[in-house]
């Protein structure tokens, strides 16, 4: 049942090299901290759009809270790393766990039935979670907990590699192919004995992690992490991101991710200006390419019909 | 033998009761059919026995364990495969991924790879179609997809919930043909149908249901002379 792309290895190999490149222009002082800043905030907006586009994707679950996750991994690893001067490692593995366990939470009652009760769950979830925060002295309450910068372009890299490679491997397993037939159809997928409350569960708790390890890379590149960074609109952010990519595209997100934070790194100074800019993109998407920039595509399906005349690799869309 | 003894069940959606004492069974072997119009309780019944929904009261044997109330995956995996009302077919996925799906809950690698050739000889356009997006197919298609997919269960009984639905007469009878075939390769049937004339033909028995309640059962060749079913069924001749 493993769907193997031809353009793997090619893809990793260009990724590292693309990683060392930057890591040197970084030691060597040509690449300023302005553009290591977008760049991590890239690579930070990929993990949070990879992983909500497993939930909502690949499984077809809508999940409107992301931010709550990534809120629970960035105070969390906040506290391991300022209370309890552990290393940062450590602290990104435990606010993605510690997210993950409150994927779990609010996932296994919410997702046993069908409908929107995920989206309601959710989106309570994130509120409850940023009030919970604002009320807690121990972590600064309104006025955010100090934080150290220790995030740098090394861990958000590989942090991210980890995200892609994990959702790649799940997707093209017999838990991504069960994950998918629930998107398609819920009942028939019933119908054929696949545990859907499982997979689906299974499917939204990886998503929490990774949000969650992108919450402790959040809050470690800024020198102060607050509430309010993670409002519902940060939740709608990063819907947006999977929105755009293509439901069902991880390539899709990926893109979108690169995308959207480059224009709204460049028009940072002119909030204003960058909404405006950012409604008219998507506007001029959903009017132009409703299913998202890709569709359903990935990237690789486009490099499958020149390496290959057809191959074993199953092309989805190739009609033998 | 019998494969399935369906005995006294009522089966409710919230409030509603949809099947009322309902009782039937199935020898090993049959072929099948319960006829009944739209609304009588045809799918409910199927539903029920595929696990997809629970009766209140009432037994459900398959090869002599109760399976009333059991999830859906154990009664699969004792074999019982269901070929839903609609076809369902996953859309974005291929039609061979759709079949994979159908085996899902085995492990037998050789015997599924035997049984995807199978499904493939039965139905040859689904192999000139593998790699197509189910959701391109036409209707017919899509219907064999449906039986292909529950076949690749290794099922010993198949519900097939109107397969004839929304299709052309010729695809109709192409359906029941392979309907024949599958049973005579040793896979019991329960055939949910409204086009009578069609199932009567298949079938050694039949039921016919109305609003929830069983009104009538007997040999095919009964029910296809008995004078309420060919006046409510088949066109009152
Ligand atoms: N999901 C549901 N919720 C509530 N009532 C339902 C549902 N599905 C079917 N029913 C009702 O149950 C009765 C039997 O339906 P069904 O088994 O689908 O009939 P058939 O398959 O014979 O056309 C009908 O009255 C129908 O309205
Ligand atoms: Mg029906």
Same mark, same amino acid.
């Given at each position: 049942?493993?769907?193997?792309?031809?353009?793997?290895?090619?893809?990793?190999?260009?990724?590292?090299?693309?990683?060392?490149?930057?890591?040197?222009?970084?030691?060597?002082?040509?690449?300023?901290?302005?553009?290591?800043?977008?760049?991590?905030?890239?690579?930070?907006?990929? %993990?949070?759009?990879?992983?909500?586009?497993? =939930?909502?994707?690949?499984? !077809?679950? *809508?999940?409107? /809270?992301? $931010? #709550?996750?990534?809120?629970?991994?960035?105070?969390?690893?906040?506290?391991?790393?300022?209370?309890?001067?552990?290393?940062?490692?450590?602290?990104?593995?435990?606010?993605?766990?510690?997210?993950?366990?409150?994927?779990?939470?609010?996932?296994?009652?919410?997702?046993?039935?069908?409908?929107?009760?995920?989206?309601?769950?959710?989106?309570?979830?994130?509120?409850?979670?940023?009030?919970?925060?604002?009320?807690?002295?121990?972590?600064?309450?309104?006025?955010?907990?100090?934080?150290?910068?220790?995030?740098?372009?090394?861990?958000?890299?590989?942090?991210?590699?980890?995200?892609?490679?994990?959702?790649?491997?799940?997707?093209?397993?017999?838990?991504?192919?069960?994950?998918?037939?629930?998107?398609?159809?819920?009942?028939?997928?019933?119908?054929?004995? %696949?545990?859907?409350?499982?997979?689906?569960? =299974?499917?939204?708790?990886? !998503?929490? *992690?990774?949000? /969650?390890? $992108? #919450?402790?890379?959040?809050?470690?590149?800024?020198?102060?992490?607050?509430?309010?960074?993670?409002?519902?609109?940060?939740?709608?952010?990063?819907?947006?991101?999977?929105?755009?990519?293509?439901?069902?595209?991880?390539?899709?997100?990926?893109?979108?991710?690169?995308?959207?934070?480059?224009?709204?790194?460049?028009?940072?100074?002119?909030?204003?200006?960058?909404?405006?800019?950012?409604?008219?993109?998507?506007?001029?998407?959903?009017?132009?390419?409703?299913?998202?920039?890709?569709?359903?595509?990935?990237?690789?399906?486009?490099?499958?019909?020149?390496?290959?005349?057809?191959?074993?690799?199953?092309?989805?869309?190739?009609?033998? | 033998?019998?494969?399935?003894?369906?005995?006294?069940?009522?089966?409710?959606?919230?409030?509603?009761?949809?099947?009322?004492?309902?009782?039937?069974?199935?020898?090993?072997?049959?072929?099948?059919?319960?006829?009944?119009?739209?609304?009588?309780?045809?799918?409910?019944?199927?539903?029920?026995?595929?696990?997809?929904?629970?009766?209140?009261?009432?037994?459900?044997?398959?090869?002599?364990?109760?399976?009333?109330?059991?999830?859906?995956?154990?009664?699969?995996?004792?074999?019982?495969?269901?070929?839903?009302?609609?076809?369902?077919?996953?859309?974005?996925?291929?039609?061979?991924?759709?079949?994979?799906?159908?085996?899902?809950?085995?492990?037998?690698?050789?015997?599924?790879?035997?049984?995807?050739?199978?499904?493939?000889?039965?139905?040859?356009?689904?192999?000139?179609?593998?790699?197509?997006?189910?959701?391109?197919?036409?209707?017919?298609?899509?219907?064999?997809?449906?039986?292909?997919?529950?076949?690749?269960?290794?099922?010993?009984?198949?519900?097939?919930?109107?397969?004839?639905?929304?299709?052309?007469?010729?695809?109709?009878?192409?359906?029941?043909?392979?309907?024949?075939?599958?049973?005579?390769?040793?896979?019991?049937?329960?055939?949910?149908?409204?086009?009578?004339?069609?199932?009567?033909?298949?079938?050694?028995?039949?039921?016919?249901?109305?609003?929830?309640?069983?009104?009538?059962?007997?040999?095919?060749?009964?029910?296809?002379?008995?004078?309420?079913?060919?006046?409510?069924?088949?066109?009152?001749?």
């Amino acid at each position: 049942m493993k769907r193997h792309s031809k353009a793997f290895w090619p893809l990793l190999i260009a990724a590292l090299v693309f990683y060392a490149i930057v890591q040197g222009l970084i030691m060597t002082d040509m690449l300023g901290a302005y553009h290591t800043n977008t760049l991590i905030f890239i690579a930070i907006n990929i %993990i949070l759009a990879v992983s909500l586009h497993l =939930v909502i994707g690949i499984t !077809g679950q *809508f999940s409107i /809270g992301h $931010a #709550g996750f990534m809120a629970v991994g960035a105070y969390l690893s906040a506290i391991v790393t300022m209370k309890f001067d552990l290393p940062f490692v450590v602290a990104i593995i435990v606010g993605g766990l510690v997210a993950a366990l409150a994927g779990l939470i609010v996932g296994i009652p919410s997702l046993r039935l069908r409908g929107d009760y995920l989206a309601i769950a959710t989106l309570g979830f994130a509120e409850i979670i940023r009030i919970i925060f604002l009320n807690i002295d121990y972590v600064g309450g309104a006025a955010g907990m100090q934080v150290s910068k220790m995030t740098d372009w090394t861990y958000t890299f590989f942090f991210m590699l980890i995200t892609i490679l994990v959702i790649v491997n799940f997707t093209r397993s017999r838990h991504g192919i069960a994950a998918l037939s629930i998107r398609e159809d819920e009942i028939a997928s019933d119908a054929m004995g %696949i545990n859907t409350t499982y997979y689906k569960v =299974v499917a939204f708790v990886i !998503g929490a *992690f990774f949000a /969650g390890v $992108a #919450g402790a890379l959040f809050s470690h590149n800024f020198y102060i992490v607050l509430p309010s960074q993670f409002g519902f609109l940060k939740s709608v952010d990063i819907l947006i991101l999977v929105v755009l990519g293509g439901l069902g595209s991880l390539s899709g997100a990926i893109i979108s991710a690169i995308f959207l934070t480059l224009v709204s790194t460049f028009l940072q100074d002119y909030p204003e200006t960058r909404m405006i800019i950012y409604s008219l993109v998507l506007i001029i998407v959903m009017l132009y390419r409703p299913q998202g920039l890709m569709g359903t595509k990935e990237i690789t399906d486009y490099f499958r019909g020149w390496t290959s005349k057809g191959g074993k690799d199953n092309g989805k869309d190739t009609i033998t | 033998m019998t494969m399935l003894a369906v005995k006294d069940i009522d089966v409710y959606y919230g409030n509603i009761q949809a099947l009322k004492g309902v009782t039937v069974t199935v020898e090993e072997g049959e072929i099948v059919t319960l006829i009944g119009a739209n609304g009588a309780g045809k799918s409910t019944l199927l539903k029920t026995l595929s696990g997809l929904l629970k009766p209140k009261s009432g037994s459900i044997e398959f090869l002599g364990n109760s399976i009333a109330g059991k999830p859906a995956q154990g009664i699969v995996k004792s074999g019982i495969s269901h070929v839903p009302e609609g076809r369902r077919v996953f859309a974005n996925l291929t039609v061979e991924e759709n079949l994979e799906l159908g085996a899902f809950l085995r492990k037998d690698k050789k015997g599924i790879e035997a049984d995807m050739k199978k499904v493939y000889d039965t139905f040859p356009r689904l192999l000139e179609r593998r790699k197509q997006m189910s959701g391109t197919l036409s209707g017919g298609e899509q219907q064999m997809l449906a039986m292909g997919r529950a076949i690749m269960a290794k099922p010993k009984l198949l519900l097939l919930d109107e397969p004839s639905m929304g299709l052309a007469p010729l695809m109709v009878k192409t359906i029941f043909e392979v309907v024949k075939d599958i049973n005579e390769q040793g896979t019991t049937i329960l055939l949910v149908e409204q086009n009578a004339n069609m199932a009567l033909s298949v079938a050694s028995r039949g039921y016919v249901i109305e609003t929830g309640k069983v009104v009538l059962s007997g040999s095919a060749d009964e029910l296809q002379s008995s004078e309420e079913v060919r006046k409510a069924y088949l066109g009152g001749h």
